[in-house]
């Protein structure tokens, strides 16, 4: 979905178009892949509430009739469209913002971030950068976006098979373990480290199963990418950009999985970086935002750093807002709400992005140790903490390979990042979790 945004009441409210409906990849059966939809379109609806704007969506009408009843009820007005069909779409919801008097455009669905661009362009409203905006989309193309800015990323190779990554891998010296990963793609899916020659072929298939993303068929850039492993502890940092300036949000800490299938397990904030080194985590972000076009908008960064160095390698950014209830954990944490903060920008205002408190949140997801039937899931109740299930007794649980396969999360508030942690993981190790 997309979203165009119009201010209510006294002053014309802006409207906002918003674009968020699923993440890519094709429908799992019992996959929580609705997931995201609802958790973006929650704080965006939140954010619009707060500085008195409407939304407005474009979508498929079949994507649309699916919605939850909260989300039909959250927007003012749809645009139905293909928004597979670039021509089409952007005819459609030209033609759409004009008639509604539409005052921004947000997409919050990262594939389709540079349709976004190209409609900001075509209605003259502040948007990203058009020639840029793939680059936020298609890992290969950031790779080359990464380097041009001499932003420091792993070294990659790209893979059509086996044969091609063997060879690939071992020109550009990729070394063992290498991340095999697909070109399009995100919520981890197709996503594993290979430790050795031995696995290369297989993990290149994985990567290049996805050939159109789900719920629109938008048709997907199916090579693999190999990337360098690049060791260390990961961290997470958004940015908004407001009229090319770009404003820090602050760092989060990412535990995923180890071996083969990195999967976040969770989530903290703050990070427990020392200052300068948050620092120079949020530069680099925001220089990561910037390379892939970000100009009005907001990004996600992904980031690792290396033992023994003081130096973040980017491994992604997308210019979208993130997933995983990291809204809700940095507003826990410092008061900002990056929802509002990326509405602000896309109004063409300047971002909010001052913390207000310095508090602790952290999240905790809940996985399966093998896939099956989930057959029960308790999650017990402890003071500063919340919870949700993602998935019902009787729904089939994924096996452990992305990010599909969570069964439901808990976050946690505390003074201190150490104390939020070990208050997620106390309700997470008392969880019970019974998958068949
Ligand atoms: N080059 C790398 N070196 C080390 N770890 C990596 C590398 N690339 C990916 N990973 C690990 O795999 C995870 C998923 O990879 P990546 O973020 O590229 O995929 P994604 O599908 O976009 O994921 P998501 O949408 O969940 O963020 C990363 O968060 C990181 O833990
Ligand atoms: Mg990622």
Redesign the pocket.
Known sequence: MFSFVRPIAATPAPRLCWRNDN?GGPARAGSAGGRADGERGAFPRQAAGRLGVRLFAATHKDIHDGYPDWLRAALAGVCATDLTDVPRALGDMEEFCRRHGIAAVAPCFELFTPLAALLAERTGLPGNDPRLARAARN?ILMGEAFAAAGIPA?RWAVAHDGAEAHRAAGAHGLGWP??V??AE???????S?VDGPDRLAEAVGAARQYTHAHPHGLELDSRALL?????GD?YSCDTVVADGVAYPLPVVA?D?TEGRY???TGHTCPSGLPAPLVRKVQHTAARAALAVGVRNGIAHT?L?IPPGTQTP?V??T?ARLP??NLCEVVEAATGVSEAVAHLQAVLGLVPDTAASRTDAASIRFLLPEHGGVLRQVVIPDLPGTHSEVHLRPGEVVPEPA??TCRIGHVVARAETADRARGLADRVAARSRVEVG
């Open positions: 993440r890992k792993p290498l991340v990963k697909p793609q995100g919520g981890s899916w197709g996503v480290v990337q360098e492993y690049v060791a990961e990412k995923t990195r999967i976040e992904e690792k390698y491994i992604e997308g997933g995983d992305d990010s």
